[in-house]
């Protein structure tokens, strides 16, 4: 079993949409998690850090379920700058220094 | 302000041929390097970090090594590349919020 398991997608949304990312991780132990996006050939950006009682960025929310171990990320209004692979990130066990990255879902939102 | 370089931005190497890539960072001092490698619609593979000037921990075997010369520059290099070494090479570093990362490095091997 990978440790950060995604959506494979690809998820094709129209604009003004809500589209909704999960990700699972098999480490119970693991402390801390994000989610970045990544753009077509570039490098991977924080989009936001994930807690415990969920967080809101602007359009984003993002949750986490440690019983389940699961992590979401909602986008709300979709816009066609969002377009993008969405990675979900977790440190690993007993390590705060080391992070792994599930294999990203990719998202395209049309006009 | 934080940055962080990779050089160069691109690069097309012979079977065999040598590998230097380079990372650096400004702005911030004693920082933990990470070396990580994305092939064409894969996720990313951590390769080597560095925890401090001559601290290197290599995550996989591999035809690669990696050297952290001074504080802020970080090195991964190979004495003869293989074609599976093509990908996308991204240098990154620690910071409270999570891994910032440079640019990357597109290295096709033919």
């Known amino acids: 079993r990978k440790e950060v398991e995604q959506d494979p997608g690809p998820f094709n949304v129209p604009e003004g949409a809500t589209v909704a990312f999960n990700c699972t991780y098999s480490n119970s132990a693991s402390q801390s998690f994000f989610w970045y996006r990544q753009d077509c050939r570039k490098e991977p950006k924080l989009l936001m850090s994930?807690?415990?009682s969920g967080n809101e960025d602007g359009r984003f929310t993002a949750q986490l379920n440690r019983a389940s171990q699961y992590i979401s990320l909602l986008i709300r209004d979709s816009k066609l700058s969002d377009s993008a692979t969405y990675l979900c990130?977790?440190?690993?066990?007993?390590?705060?220094?080391?992070?792994?990255f599930g294999s990203g879902t990719q998202l395209t939102v049309l006009p | 302000s934080q940055t962080i370089h990779q050089w160069p931005a691109t690069l097309v190497q012979p079977v065999g041929s040598p590998l230097s890539l380079e990372c650096t960072v400004e702005g911030t001092s004693n920082p933990n390097l990470y070396w990580y490698r994305q092939a064409a619609g894969r996720g990313l593979q951590l390769l080597f970090y560095s925890v401090g000037i001559g601290q290197i921990s290599s995550e996989v075997p591999q035809n690669l090594s990696a050297s952290r010369p001074q504080d802020r520059q970080f090195i991964l290099s190979s004495k003869k590349l293989l074609l599976s070494d093509s990908g996308f090479y991204l240098c990154?570093?620690?910071?409270?919020?999570?891994?910032?990362f440079g640019p990357g490095t597109r290295l096709t091997v033919l």
């Open positions: 994930v807690y415990s």
């Open positions: 990130v977790v440190t690993r066990s007993g390590s705060a220094r080391q992070l792994t």
């Open positions: 990154a570093w620690l910071v409270e919020r999570g891994q910032f």
